[in-house]
Every structure is written in C-alpha cells, then in structure tokens.
C-alpha cells in the first residue's frame, strides 16, 4: 500500500504540475527596450550599451538576493547608526548601537524609500520595475533563518501577477532555504503546498533543468532510515525522528518537482568541503568566488557577487584585493582598526565607488557562468547580537573599530553582516544624509555590469521620419520609428505603514502616466510625440507638468545632470522651451504644441540638437514639482518615487539618426536588370544641404549594383539559390565635399515556387497532358483518360528542396478501374524522367468519394537534390476519369513525422506555407513573432515553458496540418491543451481530410495563458500509415499548445462469485457495437442477468431476452453458476448519468467526468454525489451508506460494482 500511496502521489505531482501550471497574463509582455537606455551615475560613470558589451549572450541569468523581513515592533522603533552618527559624531553611535533588545534590527542607514515594510505595494512595485531594468532575472528570498514569511511573499507573487496582467514584466522568484535540513525538508514542503499546488504561482518561479529552483538542503527527502533522520535533525529523541520519518514518507516525491541547489556562505565553508562545488551555488564569498558546478563538475553553472561583506568579518565595501589601503577580500589586512567605524570611507567617497563589488563582478564575467547570484538588493539590518549567543563570536572585530569582548559590556554586542554604509550589501538606492550616502551608485553599477555579463541590444536607430503637422492627427506618427516605451500602471499611489508604525508613507504625485514617446526629424524641425494610459491632465503653467529634459549633447558633464534644454509651463498652445545657463534654467523661446485625450506632440528647432543624435526623458509631476515647501524636487532621483518618468530613475532614451537610409533593401530574385531597389537619403545632416550618393571603397559587391541619383537599381538578374545577400558600401557627400560612409546588406528573397496546387479556375501550370485532357473549375482538376498510358505534367523547374519536403499529398476520386497509380519526377541533377524516379500508388478504382493518397518519399534514395518537375499518370492502362481537388509537396516539421501515439507540438505544422501546410487570416505575419517567425502562423512562447511555444490569435477557418505515422490500429484519445478566456471557442480533428472527432468546446480557462486539457476520442479506428491529421478552427478566442493521442481502449475486469453477484461496467466495446452480454458472457457458467429493465438467459433465443446489453452507469444482477471473470474491452464512458427516479433502483459506478488517461477507476466517494436531499440509503452485498451516518460500511463508489439506491 505504502508503495502505491507513493506512485499516485508521484502521478498527482506530475499531472497537477502539468494541469495547473497556469498563468494569469492576459496580454503579452511589452518590452521597454530597457536595455538599450543610457544613463551616467552620480560620480558620472557611464551605463555601457551594446556598442562596448556586444549582443545579448544566451543563458545568461542574474539572480539578486531580496529580503523580506522588514516589519519591526513599535515600542522599539527605528535605530539607525548613520542617523546616530549625524545627529551626534561617533559617541552617538556607540549609544545607539547598544539600543533596544538584542536580536532586534538595527538599520545601518535610512533606504530612499524610506524605513519601509516589506509588504509596501508602492515599493515592491517599484522594486519589481527596477531590477527588471537592470537586467535581472529573479529574485531569491531569503527564509534562510528558519522563518517563512508566507504572507508577504505571497503578497508580492500577487503584486508581481498583477503587474504581468496589465503587459508588465517582474523578476521570476526562487526560494532560499539555507543549509539546514529541516529548514529546508518544511520551507519545500511549503513551497509545494502553498505556492505551487494551486498553479497560480507556476508562472513566477525560475527554472532550471526544466523545473522550479530551490536554494536550499533537501537530505531529509532522499533519508532511508530514521536513523539517518535522527542524526540529520541532530535530535537525541527516536519519537522525534520517527515522527519525522512519517511524514518524509508521506511527502518525499514532492522533492523531484524541484531542481536544488545546496547553498551557504564561503568556499571554506563546511558546505563547499562537503560537496567540492558540485550541485552547490555559493550566496556568499570573498574574491576569488568559488564557482557552483551541476553534479559532475562538467558545467560551471554559477557564481556570487557581492556589493559587499561582512561588518563581524571586518570587510568593507571598499575591500579589494589589490589595494593595500584597505583590508583585503580575503581578509588578510595590514589596515590597522580606527576608531570610527570606517565611516571617514563613506565621507570621502570610497564607500560609493564599489570597488570591492567591480572586483566581485569582473571576475565573476571572466569565468562566464550561466547564472551570477548578487548579493544584494534590500538587507539593510544590522543584526545586533550577544557574544554568549555565538562563542565563536569572542575576538571579532566589528566595523574594524572594537574587538568583541564578553567581559566588557561596552564591546559584548556583536554586529553580523551590516553595521553602516561602508559595512552593508545593499544596492537599493540608499538616502544620502549629509554625505553620509551614496544614493543609487550601486544600482547604476549593478545595470552597468548586468549589461557587461549578459550583452545588450543595439539601440535602435531613426529609420522612418517625416514632417508632422501640429494638428490633433496623431496617426501621422504610427509609421515613425523607433518607440520608445516607459512602463504602463507606474503611477499608483502609496499610502502604508512605516517600519514599527513609527509614521505612515503616502506619496499621491502619479498623476499622467507616460506610456510612449516618439522623435521625428525634418531638415529644420525636431517633432517630438508623447502618449499616456490616459487623458493627459494638462495644468496651464504648472512647472512640474509634462516636462521635456532633452540632453542635447549628449554629455553628462554639461548642462543640469546633463540636461540642456527642457520644455514645460504649457499654456493653450505653447510651452516654454529652457536652456540650462550653468546655474539655473532661463526661458529661451516659445515652442508650439497641441494635444488631444492622451497624445501631444510639440515642435522645436533642429538646429539645437546635436547632428549626432541626443538624449531625452518625459517626466510629471516629478523633478521641477512643487515640494510643498515653497520650492520644487531638484534631485535626478526625484525621477525614481515622484509622479513619473519616462524611462525610470536616471535612464534616458537616445535618438540616433540613421545618417544614410536606404528605404527598402530587399528585392526578390529573377527581376530584371535595372530594377529600383531603393532609395537612399540622409538625415541630420547641416540645414539647406544637397547630398549626392557614390559606392565607396571597400563594397564586395559593388559592381553588382548602379545608382541613379538617388535610387539603387540592380545590375545583375540575382539568383536566391546561387547567393542570398550582397554587401555594397555607399557614401553621401554634400556640396562642401563633407561624406559619411555606411556598409548595406542587400537580401535576395526566395520566390517560393509552388508546392501547392488546389486548381481553383485552372490547371495552374500543369500542362503537356497524354492521352487525357484536362480541365479545371470549381477548385477541382478533371483528368479524362483518352488512351494508354495518361499522364501530366507539373510546371518545370520547381526549385525544390527535396530533404525539406518528403512527402506527395493527392487528394482525388478515381472514376476509373485501376488501382494504381504512379509518380514521376525529375531533379536538377537528373532532368529525365526514368523508372528509377518513380513509385506506384494503391489508388480505389471506380470511388464515390476524393480520397487522400499519401506518398511518402523520406525514404526513397532517388528523392533526393532539388526537384525539377513531377509527372503524374493517374492510371495505368484505364479509361474513365479523376476528380483532382489538389496535389501538395509537403515536409513534417522539424524533419520527421510524428509518431502516433504520441504529441503532435501545435507549432510544428508541415512545410509549405500558407494554403499548403496552413491556413492563416494573417498569412503574411506571426503576430508572436516567436519560432517560424517566417511562417504566417501566429507562435507564441509557451507562458509557463519558456522553450516551448503555443498557437495563438485564432480566427474561424483557420487550420494546421501534420504528417503523422500511425503506429497501431485502435480507437485513439485526442488530448488537445488549449486555453480561452471565452465559452465559444471550438475546433475540430480531421484525418485525411474526414471528421475523426465530435467537435471539441474548449473551456473557459480564464486567460489566454492558462492551459488544460480536453479530451475526446475519435469516431473510429484510426489504421496503420501516414496519414494528415487537421487542426481546424471553427472559431476565434483560442490558443493551443498540443493534441497527446494515446489509446482510448482500456480494458475492464469484473471477478464474479458463485451465486449473485452485483455488478456494473464503466467501458464500452465500440468495435464491437457495444456491450453486449451473449459475446461478454460467451464461456461463462452463468444462471442469469437482470435488472429493472429486464432479463437475460443464456442458451435460449435471443428475442425471448428482453436484457441484449449492458449500459455504463446502471446495475446489473448477475447470478453464478460458478466462480468466474468477465472481461471487456473499449472506450471508457464519459458523461454517463444516474438513472434516478424515486424509490428502490439499481445504479452503477458512476462514469460522470471521467476522462480517458485519468485514474478511470478510482473509487469515488458516495458522498460526492449524493445528501440528505436526494437519497436515503445505498447499499451492495459489502454494507450499506446513509447520508451523514456514523457506522457506514461503505463509503466509496468503486468499480465493478452495482449497487441498490432508495431514493
């Protein structure tokens, strides 16, 4: 029994993880292209952007450690040492440390979002924007020291939901657990039960090797004795270790959802000794890290970085191991103690540069592991501790300032991991007090880093402008590129409790939420476009409102945080453009705007802007805002918590031009020489300025091309196979002889020849008939055979790759006596048709139907090169006609068929394109732009299966084709995983162009991104071959991930007793027409069967039996000659009812909601069905069931059996 509790839990986990792994996002992610921002930090150190770090690198994730423990108690309030140390110089600090209940958290300085609780929505939604800016992946929580704060993770996975709902994007989540065992045996237990159970979750958590990651020790998982329980939980009790054992044996298979990873501090920690790296990723470690290996060591998958160290071991953000002035990573210092708590590094501004951290995270790169954990974002507690509480505390040097002492009450407290701004790990911007601060430094080196490590994309260049009309026409800009995107929902409002409910935080500045802005470029006007989510609330000459910051030069050094010009204090019409004079903003001139619901769109001069491109932000409400104090906020960071910017913090956007465009670089092969390509044209070059265009030097391809004025025209008749792109090199000159020089690729795009042909109006190409004629209408092709020997021809040189396409699909009625049919064809490297180019095909003679004829060639050596021509003789020496609906050359994707049974992936339809292999509304466009993004079917990523992918934006007469290879002869189960938000949507399965399938409803499964499964079973057996199977959609309002066909026939065994015996079935024989009892009973010493609707013998006619069959759902007395078994084969029942009149009746196991592949025959507990109100008693030869009775014998529904019910 133990061991089938452990199966169907293991089956449980694994179906649960499947359906209900769902995700709640009901629009697509939108990408704010954060990666290509610029922004330069406080000390003026520049975000690198794709031009130093490179494209974007695979499987490159970054993980930062994030705390949620912020809570406090009111009558301790808050203890800060940096506040301490302002208000009263170092004696206030020794003061202030010594506050309070030891174990009680200290800050080691005020976060600048203020003393917060973790819980606060404002800052985890702010948190959430900003680390996915910077370019992390997940967050780890830290329940390292034996708590769960359940509550507040779940709120934020909430928070984090919501977020995604509305198109934004969050950090993924994993948990930290430590290396205790129990710790980690009951935080897995957790995760499982009250995070991933539900599948609300699935979506959020961060994988690797396929599964949810856990950080954390799971030996008690995998223990095989309570022995080896009692010396993991380190307990002298064998009750406690057995007590333990239960429940390990209850909950061990939860364990193989998760990938773990053991995880602790230092490499010459015990647990690095232990495992030697293998399987282990390190939170924590001085430089050099030591790096985190899978099992065997083959893969070095991670590597710790952190910001900073440990107060307690005397190591400070300032450590590198290259400066003899500070104490060295590995702790090995000759810097003597002082006696101010190093907070003399902070004030000369050592403790802001992160020295120790950039030496962290570039040797961290250097070793390119897949995942960089980063310690980390919001710790700021500085742990206050008893020395009695750690012996080995004794003798620590604290801060480098006092060395821990148990006997002298002054040097007793001990302080572990942070003690103030030199001695911290936190990257959260920090408030800056007096000097005491570095603001947000580290976060701007932290995105600085992430892009070095992980790549970025290019910014985006200025490729579409156009001249703008100020007019309330704002679809003048739909083809302006780039867009640039801010985050949509970012101005909510904060009203929560402070740490220890010493105050309450409130901040209501969001006020226009600005979603997209635009540049576009004439010679003299620079247009600039803003949107919003809504109306834009536009107060006249409010100095806050919709403000303009344009960093002309794009110099940080010049202007007000680089800033030179800015646009605000709008009237009806205009605004008022500002130049920075070094010391303040000045009015400089008028600009015109208009605007319109939630667009504007203003115009200033070119001629401000630097020619080689500038920076930009929109921001409300923000900096330049009334304080409220008679001034307004002029601190850069006021763009991270007031009102709202466009983009966050200190990003800003960068326009670049695009100097010489070329409007179209794409031209189809075979066009003839002298074909206009393109045109070329120069942007943001001097005002009034004529350009003429050359080739340059250094252009492969050159000779291949002409320009005439302007246009680019094509000197060769270009072949797709024989070279698909060309380099040229073009330069621009204007009358003063100035020249700019850029390198163009120009593709030649493939003209697909056809692999389909569905003779609408006519025999589209197919031509050079003997003896037969043809005609085509109607979608139909009529081959008249007129003598021996028939056959037609394809169109010539086809051009097709025969390796990709395998396989011939005829679809026709043969009207003739033959049965056989063949296939020629031809290639480029043996143009004539011969014998061994060839195969015969079984075709139906004399057929009332058109009927799919499958030829496949994945086999056939001859088919082989690219195919020139294919001739077709539908018969062999016959007269008669054929019908011809179509002919198709098709390939399985990616290169083979698909096994049935088995999984048909919805993305992996065949080749062919649109008519052929699909049929899409939108041929020409992937809207998920994911996978085939050449194809005209909609991919998406699949939500919760980052490598996988799903079929989206359906509409009513689309389809999906697949060559499948049907392996066995049988009823099949059609799975389909699907997901809607709507009650219509339906599809139905085709075979060879026939109906297999009722038509399958798809549920309502809440949102396009929660997945589950439908099942069906088809209408007859499917046979042995290749066949085409179609997904057809009957309506819009779905997506589908796959179709599992497994086979639908089960078989069901009932024993049977001597004597009477009370039986049911929950199968039925549809290969046999059903259950009936003469064939199920054949051999069988049976007296009778019977129940309320009659009887039946065995040995006497047939029609004096008035009982033929046995039904799902209803009960059957059978009496027994002898002991014996009945066995039946078929489909197990679906939707079979209770037949429930009042009274004495005979019911059997109910079949209702059972599902073909689920436990079909799970007993099934009485009361689910039936109460006080619609039944009294239920009873077989096992006992009897009442409703809310206290002695029942029995209590489940169970297979196999019938049973009496009074009703």
């Not at 930009?616 to 991270?640: C, H, I, R, T």
Request: hydrophobic share 35%; with cysteine.
């Amino acid at each position: 029994m133990k061991t089938i509790l452990f199966l169907m839990l293991h089956f449980l986990l694994l179906v649960g993880y499947k359906t209900t792994l769902c995700q709640t996002t009901t629009i697509p992610y939108r990408d704010l292209y954060s990666d290509t921002w610029v922004a330069t930090d406080n000390i003026k150190r520049n975000i690198p952007t794709n031009e130093t770090v490179g494209n974007p690198k695979n499987k490159k994730d970054v993980g930062m450690f994030y705390f949620v423990w912020h809570s406090g108690d009111p009558a301790q309030g808050v203890i800060d040492h940096t506040q301490a140390y302002i208000d009263g110089g170092i004696p206030k600090v020794w003061e202030t440390m010594h506050k309070g209940n030891r174990g009680y958290a200290h800050f080691w300085s005020e976060p600048y979002f203020g003393y917060y609780k973790s819980d606060d929505e404002w800052v985890i939604r702010k948190h959430a924007a900003m680390l996915v800016n910077a370019g992390v992946d997940f967050i780890f929580f830290d329940n390292s020291n034996s708590s769960m704060y359940i509550t507040t993770e779940k709120k934020i996975l909430d928070i984090y939901l919501d977020i995604r709902q509305k198109g934004g994007k969050t950090p993924q989540i994993v948990f930290f657990f430590g290396e205790t065992p129990l710790t980690g045996y009951k935080f897995i237990k957790s995760v499982y039960n009250d995070f991933l159970k539900s599948g609300k979750y699935n979506e959020l958590f961060y994988q690797w090797d396929g599964k949810p990651l856990i950080l954390g020790n799971p030996k008690l998982f995998y223990a095989t004795s309570v022995s080896e329980v009692k010396t993991l939980l380190n307990t002298p009790y064998d009750n406690v270790a057995q007590d333990w054992w239960n429940d390990i044996e209850k909950n061990r298979e939860i364990v193989n959802y998760f990938t773990i990873r053991r995880s602790w501090a230092n490499e010459s920690g015990a647990l690095y000794k232990e495992t030697l790296g293998k399987d282990t990723w390190l939170w924590a470690d001085t430089y050099p890290q030591a790096p985190g290996y899978n099992s065997d060591k083959s893969v070095l998958e991670q590597m710790v970085v952190m910001c900073g160290f440990w107060a307690n071991g005397n190591g400070g953000r300032s450590n590198v191991s290259t400066n003899p002035t500070f104490k060295s990573a590995k702790f090995s210092s000759t810097r003597p103690m002082v006696n101010d708590f190093e907070f003399s590094l902070t004030l000369n501004g050592s403790s802001g540069k992160g020295l120790g951290f950039q030496e962290h995270f570039d040797y961290a790169i250097s070793k390119n592991p897949s995942v960089i954990l980063v310690t980390g974002w919001n710790e700021w507690f500085a742990g206050r501790w008893a020395s009695s509480i750690n012996g080995l505390a004794s003798g620590q040097i604290i801060a480098n300032t006092y060395k821990v002492d148990p006997t002298k009450p002054e040097y007793d407290d001990y302080f572990v991991d942070c003690f103030n701004p030199e001695f911290s790990r936190d990257i959260e911007p920090m408030k800056d007090k007096q000097g005491l601060g570095f603001g947000d430094n580290f976060y701007y080196q932290l995105a600085a880093n992430i892009r070095k490590y992980k790549g970025a994309r290019a910014i985006p260049k200025a490729t579409v402008q156009t001249d703008i009309n100020l007019n309330i026409d704002f679809s003048q800009w739909n083809r302006i590129t780039p867009e640039f995107r801010d985050m949509i929902g970012d101005t909510y409002a904060r009203n929560h409790k402070a740490f220890a409910d010493f105050t309450t935080y409130i901040n209501n500045s969001g006020r226009n939420d600005i979603i997209t802005a635009k540049v576009s470029l004439n010679d003299v006007h620079a247009f600039f476009y803003v949107e919003t989510a809504e109306a834009i609330q536009l107060i006249p000459n409010d100095k806050g409102c919709m403000n303009l910051f344009i960093d002309s030069d794009m110099n940080p050094a010049t202007g007000w945080n680089g800033y030179d010009l800015l646009i605000n204090s709008y009237s009806t019409t205009t605004a008022v453009l500002h130049k920075y004079n070094g010391t303040s903003w000045a009015g400089y001139k008028n600009v015109q705007f208009t605007m319109s619901g939630n667009k504007m769109h203003l115009v200033i001069e070119r001629s401000l802007l630097n020619q080689n491109g500038f920076d930009f932000k929109w921001s409300d409400n923000s900096v330049n805002a009334s304080n409220g104090l008679g001034g307004v906020y002029n601190d850069p960071l006021n763009f991270l918590d007031m009102g709202d910017a466009a983009p966050d913090a200190r990003f800003n956007f960068r326009y670049i031009p695009d100097k010489i465009v070329l409007s179209n670089s794409a031209i189809q092969e075979n066009k003839p020489v002298g074909t206009v390509i393109g045109n070329f044209s120069t942007l943001f070059g001097n005002i009034g300025n004529t350009y003429t265009y050359t080739f340059a030097t250094g252009g492969t391809d050159n000779a291949s091309f002409t320009i005439t004025g302007n246009a680019l025209k094509t000197n060769a008749v270009f072949n797709f196979e024989t070279k698909s792109s060309y380099s040229i090199k073009i330069r621009t000159t204007d009358q003063g002889g100035l020249y700019f020089e850029k390198i163009f690729t120009i593709t030649i795009n493939n003209v697909e020849e056809p692999t389909y042909w569905d003779f609408v109006s006519d025999l589209e190409g197919w031509n050079s008939p003997n003896n037969l004629t043809a005609a085509a209408a109607s979608s139909v092709a009529t081959f008249s055979i007129t003598g021996t020997d028939p056959f037609i021809h394809s169109i010539d040189n086809l051009n097709i790759t025969t390796s990709e396409n395998k396989y011939v699909v005829i679809c026709m009625q043969n009207q003739t006596n033959s049965t056989t049919a063949e296939l020629f064809w031809t290639t480029y490297e043996s143009p004539s048709f011969n014998s061994t180019k060839r195969v015969a095909i079984p075709i139906i003679a004399n057929d009332t139907q058109q009927r799919y004829y499958i030829v496949d060639l994945s086999a056939n050596p001859n088919w082989t090169g690219a195919l020139k021509q294919l001739r077709l003789d539908p018969t062999i020496a016959a007269n008669g006609s054929l019908q011809v609906d179509f002919i198709k050359i098709t390939g399985a994707y990616p290169t083979t068929a698909a096994a049935i049974p088995g999984t048909i992936q919805a993305e992996n339809f065949n080749k062919g394109g649109q008519r052929n292999a699909y049929n899409d509304a939108t041929p020409t466009t992937n809207s998920g732009n994911q996978y085939r993004t050449n194809e005209g079917v909609d991919i998406t990523i699949h939500p919760q299966e980052p490598d996988n992918f799903v079929v989206g934006w359906t509409s009513a007469g689309e389809w999906m084709e697949y060559i499948v290879q049907i392996q066995k002869e049988t009823f099949y189960n059609m799975q389909a995983w699907v997901s809607s938000p709507v009650n219509t949507a339906r599809i139905s399965i085709l075979l060879n162009g026939e109906i297999i399938t009722p038509e399958i409803t798809i549920p309502n499964t809440g949102a396009y991104t929660t997945y589950q499964a439908v099942n069906i079973v088809t209408n007859k057996k499917l046979a042995i071959s290749t066949h085409v199977i179609r997904i057809q959609s009957n309506t819009a309002g779905f997506n589908i991930d796959k179709l599992i066909c497994t086979d639908a026939v089960q078989k069901q065994t009932i024993a049977l007793a001597k004597g009477w015996n009370l039986i049911s079935v929950s199968v039925i024989d549809t290969a046999n027409g059903g259950n009936a009892i003469n064939r199920i009973f054949t051999g069988k010493d049976v007296k009778n069967v019977k129940n309320a609707d009659g009887f039946w013998k065995p040995n006497q006619p047939e029609q004096f039996n008035s009982l033929q069959t046995l039904e799902p759902g209803k009960g059957y007395l059978v009496n027994m000659n002898a002991a014996g078994t009945i066995a039946i084969s078929g489909i197990p029942c679906t939707g079979e009812k209770f037949f429930a009149p009042t009274g004495w009746q005979l019911i059997g196991y109910p079949c209702t909601g059972v599902g073909v592949g689920e436990l079909l025959f799970a007993p099934t507990p009485i009361s689910n069905y039936f109460n006080t109100t619609n039944c009294k008693m239920i009873k077989n030869f096992d006992g009897f069931w009442v409703p809310n009775g206290t002695t029942n014998s029995i209590q489940n529904f169970e297979q196999g059996k019938g049973y009496w019910m009074n009703r």
